[in-house]
């Protein structure tokens, strides 16, 4: 499979503190990567930087194309798309117009094919369907994650970037959640997912890096760090040789 992302030795500064320092890594074309670690490792600075959105060093390339200097908008347009931790919905919208913003960039150039890829949105979230002349703001958590990925998809990204897609969500909502990201796979889309969730995360994964202090300690195909006793024992929460 061809590189879709490969990121090299990023490094970010919030004054004297590190954010991120000597991040290398890569998403496989129509691959799901995970990284994995606890709170202020640094996974969200590593998906703002990728997205242009938290100044940086070092390397970062999308489809063989160097990103650097390049804003926000123009690294929208080539496909890269970023669900946010918080979701950052329009709440005073309704779910079908947060649909429509998502394919802005698409609207300024004719939105060929809109309606279509709303309905492809309701396919795979019947729930907005319901919905759709709902606004964002009244929408459960688990329908407000459903909104934000289906925005997200409405930019037809080639790699969707996920901030800790199960934030505050209950149990049986994150298995649906994950679920339809293992899914997008089959669209072909390549997915970066950043979650602390980590046994969740490593069960749909391809490849996972596991973050720690602003650098990566760990990485490997996800079925040998879920099988790494480091990783069981700080992250999946079972102490090493318990089952």
């Known amino acids: 499979m061809s590189t879709m992302l490969e990121v090299r030795n990023l490094k970010v500064y919030y004054g004297k503190a590190v954010g991120l320092q000597d991040a290398s890594l890569k998403v496989a074309e129509g691959s799901i990567v995970t990284v994995i670690g606890p709170n202020g490792a640094g996974k969200t600075t590593l998906l703002g930087a990728i997205m242009g959105l938290q100044p940086c060093s070092g390397s970062v390339r ?28 329009f709440g005073e919208l309704s779910v079908e117009d947060n649909l429509r913003l998502g394919a802005f960039q698409r609207l300024r150039r004719g939105g060929h094919g809109l309606d279509a890829d709303i309905e492809t949105v309701y396919a795979r979230f019947p729930r907005l369907k319901e919905r759709h002349t709902q606004l964002a703001a009244t929408l459960s958590g688990g329908e407000r994650q459903m909104l934000a990925l289906g925005r997200a998809l409405m930019a037809k990204p080639r ?9 505050g969500l209950a149990p049986r909502i994150v298995r649906e959640i994950f679920h ?16 602390q969730n980590a046994r969740a995360a490593l069960q749909v994964a391809d490849y996972g890096y596991v973050f720690e202090t602003g650098e990566i300690a760990l990485e490997g195909k996800s079925a040998e760090l879920a099988g790494n006793p480091r990783v069981i024992e700080s992250y999946l929460g079972l102490p090493t040789g318990e089952s």
């Open 180 to 195: 339809i990201i293992a899914d997008l796979r089959s669209t072909g889309v390549s997915i970066l997912l950043v979650e």
């Open 159 to 167: 790699l969707l970037m996920l901030d800790e897609p199960s934030l």
């Open 62 to 89: 999308y489809a063989g194309t160097d990103l650097a200097g390049m804003k926000v908008e123009a690294r929208v347009s080539l496909g890269l798309s970023l669900v946010p931790e918080r979701r950052e919905l």
